[in-house]
């Protein structure tokens, strides 16, 4: 019904910037909650920012905050997620995912949709 596709991801140095974006394609005349995940090697998945459809309401892991800033734009039915001051504990498979309800969640089984992930390697 939604599908999700990820794009830029790719090899930084550490303090370095990214800006991935999530482009969504379907029922995108509903309205959705947006999040981004990540899952580095050798960890499970980890909740990384998430933002409601008015993009009000944005929580951050503690791990993030202060970095990244997760942003939307629902006219082109695309989230962003701009990564400042990398490290390498950053290095990961980054999923974009959707849910159904307006209101964010921080969990994997809250979300509906999810895209097939990009890598972010951060080099030291």
């Known amino acids: 019904q939604v599908q999700l596709v990820e794009s830029g991801g790719g090899l930084v140095q550490a303090g370095g910037s990214l800006r991935l974006s999530c482009a969504a394609s379907?029922?995108?005349?509903?309205?959705?909650?947006m999040g981004w995940f990540r899952q580095a090697p050798g960890k499970e998945r980890e909740f990384v920012a998430a933002i409601a459809w008015s993009g009000g309401t944005t929580p951050y892991a503690d791990s993030v905050k202060g970095r990244f800033t997760i942003s939307r734009d629902n006219a082109k039915n695309t989230v962003y997620l701009q990564m400042n001051s990398l490290k390498s504990e950053d290095t990961a498979v980054y999923y974009c995912?959707?849910?159904?309800?307006?209101?964010?969640?921080?969990?994997?089984?809250?979300?509906?949709?999810w895209g097939q992930g990009t890598q972010v390697t951060v080099s030291s």
């Open positions: 995912a959707a849910r159904r309800p307006v209101l964010v969640a921080t969990t994997e089984r809250a979300y509906d949709y």
């Open positions: 379907g029922r995108t005349f509903s309205s959705y909650a």
